[in-house]
């Protein structure tokens, strides 16, 4: 038996730090928090202490019950949990759950798992930090009081269902503020003037004039005022310069970087820094801090000094500039610079090449510029700012750009180029000039990237907090992504050229929202509510606020039971208030009376979503309904697209012996032809499908559907989902990938297609007892499933299924089984 006991949060870190450790020690993990508050009450105690009542997760108790036993037998327990506030209560709650000797605990941190990292934590532990352990526990328990405690004031006073939170609610606040923004938003037209110059040799540049002209008549008698003059440079400077590397990665630059480069959401780029610092490839990827070690600033100069040579080398100190940064921890970079690659998963390596480029680059030289400023003069015109300019940079040496440049959100800044030679008095050639109608940029929505910078800049939450922030405002449905490409907008193109004026219009894209954060209906509806009544909560100074206050707490600057108390004394009062004398909020707006009956027509969110009514409940007739489309929305939707609604569902007529209809669905718009609902393609307005359409609609679905082999006297059928292209046969969706030609499937690899997945569903059969109907399969994640009929149990991946018996699985099916609703009888009115 081992003589020390190593324990840390992940089963992947626990393989990586085994490699490192004698055969002294055993590793072994605790899989995240073995307690927390429980599901199904407050479990803080507000009518004293507000000590936390903490239970041990029912799925944890045998993780618990090994650890214990390990522990018992070891001479020395090593918690090994991560370095930040959440590690250090894993590693507390280990303690007490376990009933550790505090003799014979020690605490160990690292910011990366490496070899040197874990011994010299073995040669420097320490006890368990208290101040970090009250600041997570100050977190958790705010966070589950306004959880807690708002929630069921929105079931009551919004709808059922719903949840607010502390940082969610918060986050929300600013997408729809900037939503109602771009809604208040009227764009100005100007026009632009830029030009194309040629030099006495032949080369040509781009110029523009620095002022925008406000009306079409004043950009026409600027381009008349050019029909007979003549250009010359009258001022020409040349000036060096120089463009500095970014600091290396933070948690949120890593998300917007990751984001702009590679595309990824928050989650993806966190659940992939996850994997790289588990595998011991990067340091610890929760970090506010900028700074570089000693030890890696001299591994980042060797690598750069034999890579690159020594001129590119320039080691570098950098200081953060989020609020509250823990400046004695490291930024996220490789743990080895020689590694300028690492063989891992696609997306794992593409991240970790993101990461390695920008620290190397974080200590590399400037980038040496010289940029030229030139300035063109119109013989026509004396005005200042009627001068064409023209600004160009050439690189005279590469430094750090030889490696890496910051991305940016800025979807206005243009690269400058490069411009010829050219000397003060040197008389130019005009070849054209226009000037083009542009229109002003309402606020740009958020993205997920955007959004963590803002929380970032306001000191609204910490590193931890933004990945599953983000990931729970989608998931609650407050918040969702743009999926519009935008529409098309004319504009108009003066143009001067050889002595005349033409005049024409071009289009261009405007408005695409794809990814872009959009807030919903009941996004909105929530928002308006808890900032009209919760005003404090929302607040975007006393958020930021509580962060230092944690902080604080953290530094052992402030009690945090003091905190809490000071917080609920206002907060509950101001809950018990609203709770009970409130108006229900739905969001509700009148359009008008409706022509037909001379009823209210209003939209308003009621209990399956958005929609319009006519009629209120104090008509003698009641109220007709009818749900809004997807892309319409309560705040926006006019009186004649609410009106429009109820022309839907529309028969069309009949085809092949059934009725075709037309309606609106949660999904979209679509046909109905039997029991097959068929989608109409984007752009298509189902008040505008008449018969013939719809029948081309269901002809193209026939085709889609016809077979196109059988197999085992099976059809084989193609079709894509949600999830891409796919085959089905047997009832089983077998996805397609890229190695094959979808388009042209030979029987060859429909054969294979399926004989592989028939051979994956074997594999992932643990147990099957055909008779009773129940199996046991692997799942994602390292987890299995126990199946019978419609009924999945998830087990957790710390439970051993290979020697589960069949009374066993029926055992925890029986246990999982949905309850049957009750419906309660009505109450009997007296006479």
């Known amino acids: 038996m081992a003589k020390n006991l190593v324990i840390v949060e992940s089963p992947a870190k626990a393989k990586t730090i085994e490699k490192f450790l004698g055969k002294d020690f055993k590793v072994e993990s605790s899989f995240g928090h073995i307690a927390d508050l429980p599901s199904k009450e407050l479990g803080v105690d507000v009518d004293g202490d507000f000590m936390p009542k903490y239970q041990v997760s029912k799925d944890k108790k045998a993780v618990v019950k090994k650890l214990k036993d390990l522990a018992k037998k070891a001479e020395m327990v090593w918690l090994a949990s991560d370095e930040d506030r959440e590690g250090e209560a894993i590693a507390w ?85 900037r939503e109602r923004d771009i809604e208040r938003f009227k764009p100005e037209a100007s026009y632009r003037v830029d030009a194309e110059f040629t030099t006495q040799n032949g080369s040509s540049f781009r110029a523009k004039l620095p002022k925008n002209f406000g009306t079409e008549e004043d950009a026409i008698k600027f381009l008349k005022n050019n029909i007979e003059a003549s250009y010359q440079v009258s001022d020409l400077q040349k000036k060096p310069a120089k463009k500095s590397p970014a600091a290396p990665f933070t948690t949120s630059t890593l998300q917007q970087e990751a984001s702009r480069k590679l595309g ?93 480029k920008r620290a190397i680059a974080s200590q590399m030289s400037d980038a040496q510029l010289e940029r030229t400023n030139l300035k063109i003069q119109i013989n026509t015109s004396n005005t200042v700012s009627e001068q064409f300019t023209a600004n160009g940079e050439i690189i005279t040496f590469d430094g750090f750009l030889k490696v890496y440049l910051e991305g940016t959100d800025d979807e206005d800044l243009e690269q400058e180029g490069l411009l010829p030679a050219l000397s003060v008095g040197e008389q130019l050639n005009n070849k054209f000039i226009t000037a083009t109608q542009r229109f002003t940029r309402p606020p740009a929505r958020f993205t997920e990237a955007s959004l963590v910078k803002q929380l970032e800049e306001l000191g609204i939450g910490r590193p931890s907090t933004y990945a599953p922030t983000i990931s729970t405002i989608q998931n609650r449905n407050y918040v969702e992504k743009g999926s519009g490409e935008g529409m098309q ?151 004649e697209d609410a009106m429009d609604l109820f022309q839907l569902p529309k028969d069309l007529g009949e085809y092949e012996g059934e009725t075709l209809q037309v309606n609106n669905g949660r999904f979209g718009p679509y046909v109905k032809f039997g029991k097959k609902f068929i989608s109409l393609p984007a752009g298509v307005d189902p008040l505008s499908v008449e018969l013939d359409l719809a029948i081309e609609l269901v002809k193209e679905k026939q085709k889609a559907d016809a077979p196109i082999y059988r197999y085992n006297d099976l059809d084989v059928i193609k079709g894509k989902g949600r999830f891409g292209p796919f085959i089905k046969w047997n009832n089983m969706f077998i996805n397609v990938n890229k190695k094959y030609d979808w388009d042209n499937l030979s029987e060859e690899d429909i054969v294979q297609l399926i004989e592989d997945k028939i051979q994956k569903e074997k594999d992932k059969l643990i147990h099957h007892w055909e008779a009773e109907g ?35 699985a029926q055992e925890l099916l029986e246990k999982n089984a949905p309850k049957k609703k009750t419906r309660k009888k009505a109450a009997t009115k007296k006479k």
Do not use: C
């Open 93 to 177: 709650h280990l303690a007490e759950a376990l009933n550790l000797d505090k003799e014979k605990t020690k605490r160990i941190v690292f910011h990366e798992i490496t070899k040197t990292a874990i011994k010299k934590a073995i040669e420097n532990p320490r006890s368990i930090d208290y101040d970090l352990v009250d600041a997570q526990q100050a977190r958790r328990v705010l966070d589950r009081i306004v959880g807690y405690e708002l929630s069921p004031v929105l079931w009551r006073k919004v709808k059922g269902g719903l949840s607010a939170g502390r940082v969610q609610s918060v986050s929300v606040r600013l997408i729809v503020e």
């Open 489 to 639: 907008r004319e504009y108009q193109q003066l143009r001067f050229e050889n002595g005349s004026i033409s005049d024409k219009l071009l289009t261009e894209k405007v408005g695409a929202d794809k990814g872009k954060l959009m807030p919903t209906d009941i996004g909105m509806i929530v928002t308006d509510f808890l900032v009209n009544h919760f005003e404090t909560i929302l607040d975007y100074n006393f958020t930021a606020k509580v962060e230092e206050d944690f902080d604080d707490i953290a530094e052992g600057k402030e009690d945090w039971k003091s905190m809490m108390k000071e917080f609920y004394k206002d907060f509950h009062p101001k809950v018990e208030d609203v709770k009970e004398n409130a108006q229900r909020e739905s969001g509700e707006r009148i359009l008008g009376t409706d022509p037909k009956t001379g009823r209210q027509v209003s939209v308003r969110l009621g209990r399956f979503g958005p929609m319009v009514q006519i009629g209120t409940v104090e008509d003698e007739e009641k109220p007709m309904f009818a749900s809004l489309s997807p892309d319409q929305q309560l705040n926006t939707i006019t009186f």
């Open 264 to 356: 990824f959401s928050v989650s993806r780029t966190m659940s992939n820094a996850q994997r790289l610092y588990e595998s011991g490839l990067i340091t610890y990827m929760r970090t506010d801090s900028v700074n570089l070690s000693d030890e890696a600033k001299k591994g980042a100069q060797a690598e750069i000094e034999q890579a690159y040579g020594s001129q590119y080398s320039n080691p570098k100190n950098y200081k953060g500039k989020s609020k509250g940064a823990q400046e004695a921890h490291e930024a996220i970079r490789p743990t080895n610079f020689a590694n300028h690659t690492v063989n891992a998963e696609r997306d794992q390596a593409r991240l970790y090449d993101l990461i390695w």
């Open 774 to 808: 129940i199996r046991v399969e692997k799942a994602r994640w390292g987890r299995h499933n126990v199946i019978k009929g419609k009924q999945k149990v998830e087990l957790a991946k710390t439970v051993d299924v290979s020697e589960m018996t069949l009374s066993e």
